[in-house]
């Protein structure tokens, strides 16, 4: 660690200009030591200092490396880990270490033991070793690591004789006391998971009395421990080392010291001095010579000065590098090519915690780096400790083949199976083609990675794919496996927020049956979706694309998934072109091609994939080889090449078979020669005997499944099977006599008969349990716990059921069923047990041959009551084709026939259960619901179908809770809290009835604010539970109520004697009277005197009212016996014969099973190919009566039967949580009210929005729109913006104060312009009136009028006419005007020019030629306004832009080149200087003025260029004519032209132009 500091100091990249400093302190491996160590480096070492501005505190570190063991690296870290000081171990290897919750500040550059442990198995495991012993210390090192790999011996098939631990301070005799075990032992193999101080007391004591030899597998923590290597005994001890490295520089490092710099250190003292045995100072040691400073260290031989063998020292190194490359990324930054570091930051440990996260390099070609636990990549070496009895240390290792790491598998399905064994060793496992976004779950799969991309972003982008092209309505086809339904649900999650709509949803998988495949091609076939979206495997696909080749659909266009868009074989059908989707991006390889190609016959031969592959290919045989190679010779314990053998019984040769030895693990046997007439050509376990071979098969599953547990089944289930032959018995003759070794479990109830009926249901919850010490015959398993007296009615109505069949002259005349009744106690275990001794039957000695004298065996069976112990049942009775009938085992797995063939069941599947419970849910409105269930089977898989169902209808879930009744109770009670805590009032309960009732007790103690409950079937209908009165009002799907004639008398009919024979019906009786029938029964209780009468009981068992499951049972019982008739009766002559002496094998009850149908009591029985019935369900509600008492109330039904959409009814009103009589409610979110749309909640579900007012313009006239629409053109939303009303129409009407002005004046103007035509008409021979050109001057006057008038067109609605007619006929008229103005002007201007000498100006501007001049001027406006209409005319137009609440009727311009050619033309003429200046301000004002302003602008231009010709022209004569009739004379007008005249030729002064003009 010093050098690691010292050069990183000399460093001129890694934190350049800092100096590390360092405090080193030995723990001495004592736990109180490193508590002490962990406060100072908290602290710091100065004894005072004063916190402030500028902070004394000297010495603090912002990080640790350390410890060398895992117990006090706990210690330290729950000290030092509260202020976030990071510790980096270089030893510390106990996975527990691994978990961030409670070491968050972990990390470690060893690999964790999970993998030790799983290597070690994988070593033993592979030279066959399978008897070995195990020893470990008692510590968080050795007790975890022995854990976990008992974990994976046990998958391995290894068995351990003892496990022994000890610790290094324990007392000698309990060291003694683990060494005789080993001395004692027949294991020849011992496995030590122990540190190197703990281990080296062992040995010693084991050095003291020589052991038989043992080959030794060691762990990494004492095998490379070169003190340890002395012990001989040891030689050819193997184990796990961390990886061999090399250190450049360490050890001329390490070399360089003399007795000077030892001195000033007292631990470097105390070596010396123990190195070379000598003294530094006087008061040392006197049995010690005086270190004479000629000891020369570099000849030194010691575990300091060896570096050949680095590997825990590079742990502490690559520790110290770690360590400072954080504080460098925390205190340096990049700045021009140069790093500047500061040096005199305060930098926080916090800091470097953050950026120890992130460090990722290599130092010496070893890469460092941290998982989000904190632990570096694991990779071990296989050490051989001491091949020879003389140890050489420069021997080299070899190599094990225990994998690091893992790629695969291609599928989703496979690769989540191997996640979850390989996870608790902490194996990584890289897919490269598995893509269920499931796997991105780090809770479930903490060490799955993968290359390719999760299905989610796969799915997020087929749904913008589709959004992108506009298609709103598709079809959905998908996998009916992990990779399919998990990646249909995320894309279905996508499609609804793209507002992208479904037709259907199909699911299939290519081992379906072809009827299956067929209906999903037929509903695309017919489907209105032109869009099918298909997230499905290529295997999958190609099946239904073969379908639907057989009768091509219409066009359809094909969305596809990247498994199979990319798969050539799918390229064939040439119906799917067009076909579009994503894929993983393409690359290139370099080389990888020739690589490939670099094969030949002698190198596939190598390889059994390989020599497949080849003559598949090539269809041609190659010769096999042997697979496995080591390539190097090991020398064994005593020195010996020969691999020592360590097992607890010899293979057995071919010609024998193994018998498992009574009370001792499996891997101890006898072996027994082969029965006269059969073989056994190979050895260990391998016969000819089929029954054998399933059972194995059977049990090493359940080893897997049960752990420890089932090793006691085991021994029994194989003892019950085996077979031993009698010497001397002659194979024609052929008797075997067969003996049951197991102890077997008594049934509850049972009853001979011709034909045996076996029944499993579940009377008590829990099973006892026992701890076993291995040394004595197990006891089979047995239950305790409360009594279920439900569960007692159930096997009574069977026992009803049968005893009803054998009296029936009809259902198998003089035949008589026999019957055993077991109970389960919903454990596994016990349902495993009874279904092998269903299968064997009871008799412990039976003789097999022609007459087999077996009795007892069933020929079927009903049960389990759960679903989890059915499902073991079936594993095991399935094989042997004994048909299992349940009567309450829902789980929708167990419809897979490919799984379960011979199971069947007379209660519906939770398929159908769950989509009852979710469009319940719906039909009342809740939205936003918790959810719970059961951690079993039932549970389980019931959930999932129901969050699927849940997402079809929109449902949100705030949170999904698994429990078990078996949890501790603080898991209960964090689901409890959970409930308690959530927003959601609804409750969705997917739970068994036992796991319900510990919940409820535990909500009970503290109950939750009012939920209302939804039950499933198998809590909902439990009187037991009805005394929970927080949970009245609970509704949910039960199982059909029915009435059984007669069951209530049986149930009844019971007396203290008769329940006496029975242990079952005794518990039931003192439970239920509080009595009891013994002497030596609970002293609590008074002696059961007779006097208790059955028939006054209220209980679950006499509750005869109810009766739901009880019908199931009943109907199974009727189903096998229906089966058995079939199959061994016969009808002749009306009359129907039965032979009960029969051999009757189970295969034909079970062939029978698949056709029966028949009614009983008014209730169908059949199966379909799935093994289920047609699913029926009440509705029910827990509703309290008039005393208070919750009863179970039936309000409906859901019919499977019945047309999609007519399911489910309702019948009577219900009653909800506490009582009230409303619907509650439970939605994340209130509906938005018309008007308002939603807006989705960032980060949350679909069910969480807020409620956005539509935009203007826009409405939604409905609840929860989540797009508001706009109005159509003509329409405009009402205030609340949940209608659309018609658009106010505006237009200039002559209703309107403007208009009415405008009319006034309009008219007004043409009056004034009648007015002065009859003035001057009536003063038309005054010289006024004739020098003013009286023609051209009633010809303007006449204009005016017109032009005035015209205004009134641009008032009222517009129409065709008016349109054309506005500024045409102004446009003609006013050009009028102004032609007029002009011939008056040219006039007046020739005028002038005429009384020049010599001119003739007025000849050729005479009267003809001014009425010419007003024509041709006119006329040129008449073709432009001629021109106009015929080509664009105007037309009237509602403007639906301008405003939009409002429409504008407007008169559109039809050509704006003609509108403008005739204001051009207009301002072309223009000669006055008013009219120029309004038709100049007209433009913008037009252009800019809205709506009918636009109208009353140009009005007031006509009026305004109106009133400013008549005025400007006309107003000053008339005012002389009628004001100033004096002026209007020859004699004045005569001397004003001469003025003028006399003016302009400039022939008089001023002075006399002003005396003529006075």
Known sequence: MVFAIEEINNSTELLPGIRLGYQIFDTCASVPVAVHVAFQLSNGQDPVFYQGNNCSKSGEVMAAVGDSGSTPSISILRIIGSFKIPLVSHFATCACLSDKQQFPTFFRTIPSDHYQAAGMAKLVKH???????????????????????????????????????????????????????????????????????????????????????????????????PNLMRFSFCAGAIGVAIQQSVIPGLRDFLLDLSPSEVAASSVLTEFWEDAFNCSLTETADPHKGRCDRTEDIKTLKSPYTDTSQLRVSNMVYKAVYAVAHAIHNAACQETHGTTQCDKHMRLEPEQVFIELKKVNFSQNGYHVSFDPNGDSVAFYELLLNGQDPVFYQDRNCSQSGVVVAAV?????????????????????????????????????????????????????????????????????????????????????????????????????????????????????RRSSAVVVVAFVAAGDMKFLLEELALDPPPPRQWIGSESWITDPNSMSFSFCAGAIGVAIQQSVIPGLRAFLLDLSPSDVAASSVLMEFWEDAFNCSLTKSQEFHINRNITWLEGGTQVPVSVCSESCPPGTRKVLQKGKPICCYD???????????????????????????????????????????????????????????????????????????????????????????????????????????????????????????????????????????????????????????????????????????????????????????????????????????????GPFNIPLVSHFATCACLSDKQQFPTFFRTIPSDHYQADALAKLVKHFGWTWIGAVHSDSDYGNNGMASFLEAALREGICVEYIESFFRTNQQSKIRRVADVIRRSTAVVVVAFTASGDMKVLLEELARDPPPPRQWIGSESWVTDPLLMSFSFCAGAIGVAIQQSVIPGLRDFLLDLSPSEVAASPLLSEFWEDAFNCSLTTTADPNRRGCDGTEDIKTLKNPYTETS????????????????????????????????CDNHIKLEPKQVFIELKKVNFSKNGYHVSFDTNGDPVAFYELVNWQKSESGVIELVTVGYYDASLPKGQEFHIKRNLTWLEGRKEVPVSVCSESCPPGTRKVLQKGKPICCYDCIPCPEGEISNMTDYLECFPCPGEFWPNANRDACFPKLVEFLSYNEVLSIILAVFSVSGASLAVITSLIFFHHRTTPIVRANNSELSFLLLFSLTLCFLCSLTFIGAPSEWSCMLRHTAFGITFVLCISCVLGKTMVVLMAFKATLPGSNAMKWFGPPQQRMTVVSITLVQ?????????????????????????????????????FWAVLGYIGLLAVMLIFCAVWITFIPAYVSSPGKFTVAVEIFAILASSFGLILCIFAPKCFIILCQPEKNTKKIFEKQLMINYLKNSSRITEEVYYQLNS
């Not at 709103?472 to 996508?494: E, P, Q, R």
């Not at 949803?505 to 037929?522: G, H, L």
């Not at 019908?1111 to 009766?1129: E, G, L, P």
Request: aromatic share 10%; hydrophobic share 40%; charged share 20%.
């Open 127 to 225: 030279f066959g070793w399978t008897w070995i012993g195990a020893v470990h210390a008692d510590s968080d090192y050795g007790n975890n690591g022995m854990a976990s790999f008992l974990g994976t011996a046990l998958k391995e098939g290894i068995c351990v004789e003892y496990i022994e631990s000890f610790y290094r301070t324990d007392p000698k005799n309990k060291i003694k006391k683990v060494a005789d075990a080993i001395r004692r032992s027949t294991a020849k193999v011992v496995l030590a998971f122990a540190g190197g101080g703990d281990m080296k007391v062992l040995l010693e004591e084991l050095s003291r009395e020589p052991t038989p030899h043992r080959q030794w597998i060691g762990s990494e923590g004492w095998i490379t421990d």
């Open 1106 to 1137: 109810q009766l739901r499951v009880s019908n199931m049972m009943y109907k199974a019982v009727y189903a096998i016996a229906h089966a058995i008739h079939n199959a061994v009766c016969q009808i002749t002559n009306t009359a129907t014969h």
């Open 671 to 877: 072996c027994v020669p082969c029965p006269e007439g059969e073989i056994s050509n190979m050895t260990a376990n391998e016969t000819r005997r089929m029954e054998m071979r399933t059972l194995f098969i059977g049990l090493r599953f359940l080893v897997i499944l049960l752990k420890l547990m089932s090793l006691v089944l085991l021994a029994q289930s194989v003892n019950v099977l085996t077979q031993r032959t009698e010497p001397g018995v002659s194979t024609e003759a052929s008797s075997t006599r067969c003996t049951l070794l197991g102890t077997p479990r008594s049934p509850a109830f049972s009853e001979d008969g011709d034909f045996i009926i076996g029944g499993v249901s579940s009377i008590h919850y829990q099973l006892y349990t026992v701890i076993y010490n291995y040394t004595t015959k197990p006891e089979p398993p047995r239950c305790t716990g409360s009594f279920n007296a439900r569960g007692l009615r159930f096997f009574r109505t069977m026992i009803f059921a049968i005893e009803e069949i054998n009296n029936s002259t009809e259902l198998l005349p003089g035949v008589k069923l026999g019957y055993r009744l077991y109970d389960s106690c919903v454990s596994v275990p016990v349902s495993v047990h009874v279904a092998f001794q269903l299968a064997n039957g009871p008799d412990p000695v039976f003789y097999r041959g022609e007459n087999c004298s077996q009795s007892g065996v069933v020929v079927a069976a009903v049960g389990d009551s759960g679903s989890t112990p059915s499902i073991s049942m079936s594993r095991i009775m």
């Open 1422 to 1458: 008449i073709i432009i306004c001629i021109i106009w209409l015929v080509v664009s005319p105007p037309f009237p137009v509602k403007n639906l832009t301008t405003y939009k609440e409002k429409i504008i009727l407007e008169c559109a311009l039809g050509s704006a080149v003609g």
């Open 408 to 524: 695969g598998d291609s599928g989703s399905t496979p690769s989540i199976s191997m996640s979850r064994i390989m996870g608790p060793f902490n194996i990584p496992l890289v897919s490269h083609f598995a893509t269920c976004a499931c796997l991105s779950d780090k809770q479930e799969y903490p060490t799955f990675f993968r290359t390719i991309p999760s299905d989610q972003f796969q799915a997020d982008a087929l749904a913008k794919l589709v959004k992108y092209f506009g298609w709103t309505w598709i079809g959905a086809v998908h996998s009916d496996s992990d990779y399919g339904n998990n990646g249909m649900a995320s894309f279905l999650k996508v499609a609804n927020s793209e507002g992208i709509c479904v037709e259907y949803i199909e699911s299939f998988y290519r081992t379906d049956p072809q009827r299956k495949i067929r209906r999903v091609a037929d509903v695309i």
